[in-house]
C-alpha cells in the first residue's frame, strides 16, 4: 500500500549523535512531502522539550509528543489532544516514589496547567534532570508533596500526562517492578537509559516513566489516521528505542535504525542506517522509490 503517512522518532533516529538534523535527512523529508506523504515527529519528549527541533523540520501539521500522551499542532504549539492519569493513580504513583526517597516528576498539559512540571518531594534534582531542564524552556514548580502544592491538592493530580523520576537503574528496577504489580493493569510503566548529556545515554542513568494504560505512540498515530482519513496500513514508522516498539510493530512498514535496541529490531519489518548516517533519508529513497516501481 502506498505510503501517506510518515512517522519519526527524534532522539537516536530522526537526530544525529549531536542532536542534529542532517541536511540528507531535511532534504528527504521535503521529498517525501512533495509526493503526498504527511510526514510527523512523535518522541517522548514533551512539547517544549521538542518544540525546537520539530519547527525545523516541520513547518506545520501535527507532531506526537511524551511518548503518545499528547497531540500538538506545529505550528501554534497548542495541545490538540492529550491523555491524562486518573488522579488516584496520579496520587499512588508519586507516594511510591516519595516513599523510596525519590523526586517526582510530574509533567503536565501546559495549555491545561499552566507549566510543564511538578516536581514533588525533598530530594535533591539529579544531575541529568538538571542539565535537561537548563537546556529547555520548561517552567517547572515543586512542592514537597502533592497536599502542600501551593496551587491546592486537586490542581497538583489534575492534567498530569506522565508521572516520572530519574535514578540510577538499580534503584528503579525493583520500584517498577513493584509499581508493576500494584496498578500495572491500568498503567504503562517503562524505564531506560536517560538522556545525561545531549545525544549521550547513561547506561547507569535511567528513566521510569509511567503514563495511561491507553497511551503509546502507536495508539496516537491511530488517532492522527482517524482525524486524517488515512489506513494504518499506510503507514510508516521509523525509530529506535523501547517507546518505539507498538508502533513499529504495528505500522504498516517499519525500520528500526542500526543503533536501536534489540526490542525494536525484533519488532521492525526493515532496518534502516544508523543515526549518525541520515536514517531518515535511506527510508525515504525506499519508500519513494518502491512507490514508483
Known amino acids: 500500500m502506498r505510503c501517506r503517512l ?14 542534529q538534523v542532517s541536511r540528507a535527512n531535511l532534504q528527504a523529508m521535503d521529498r517525501a512531502r512533495d509526493h503526498g506523504i504527511e510526514v510527523i515527529c ?3 519528549r ?33 495541545t490538540v489532544q492529550s491523555i491524562d492519569i486518573n488522579h488516584a493513580l496520579v496520587e499512588h504513583c508519586t507516594d511510591s516514589l516519595l516513599r523510596h ?8 498539559d501546559p495549555d491545561q496547567a499552566g507549566f510543564d512540571y511538578l516536581l514533588v518531594g525533598d530530594a535533591a534534582l539529579d544531575a541529568a534532570s538538571r542539565w535537561w531542564f537548563e537546556s529547555h524552556p520548561v517552567v517547572t ?9 501551593d496551587g491546592g491538592m486537586q490542581a497538583a493530580l489534575s492534567h498530569v500526562i506522565r508521572v516520572g523520576t530519574v535514578a540510577h537503574s538499580a534503584e528503579l528496577a525493583p520500584l517498577a517492578q513493584a509499581l508493576h504489580a500494584e496498578v500495572g493493569e491500568h498503567l504503562s510503566i517503562k524505564h531506560w537509559p536517560a538522556l545525561v548529556a545531549l545525544g549521550q545515554a547513561g547506561i547507569d542513568t535511567h528513566l521510569l516513566e509511567i503514563f495511561d494504560g491507553d497511551v503509546d505512540k502507536w495508539t496516537m498515530v491511530e488517532r492522527v489516521c482517524a482525524m486524517r482519513g488515512i489506513d494504518p496500513a499506510a503507514t510508516v514508522a521509523v525509530g529506535d528505542g523501547l517507546n518505539d516498539v507498538e508502533m513499529l510493530r504495528h505500522a504498516g512498514m517499519s525500520y528500526a535504525v542500526e543503533n536501536a535496541d534489540e526490542r525494536a ?20 529513497d525506499d519508500i519513494l522509490r518502491e512507490s514508483h516501481g
Open 265 to 284: 529490531v525484533a519488532v521492525s519489518k526493515r532496518r534502516a542506517p544508523h543515526h549518525d548516517h541520515s536514517a531518515l533519508a535511506a527510508v525515504v
Open 141 to 149: 514548580r515543586s512542592a514537597p508533596s502533592l497536599a502542600a502544592f
Open 42 to 44: 512523535a518522541t517522548g
Open 101 to 108: 526517597g525519590h523526586l517526582a516528576h510530574l509533567l503536565k
Open 46 to 78: 514533551s512539547w517544549l522539550e521538542a518544540r525546537a527541533v520539530v519547527q525545523q523540520v516541520c513547518t506545520d501539521g501535527l507532531a506526537i509528543m511524551a511518548g503518545g500522551a499528547s497531540l500538538h499542532d506545529v505550528a501554534s504549539g497548542v
Open 6 to 19: 510518515l512517522v519519526t522518532d527524534l532522539d537516536g533516529t530522526l537526530l544525529d549523535g549531536r542532536g
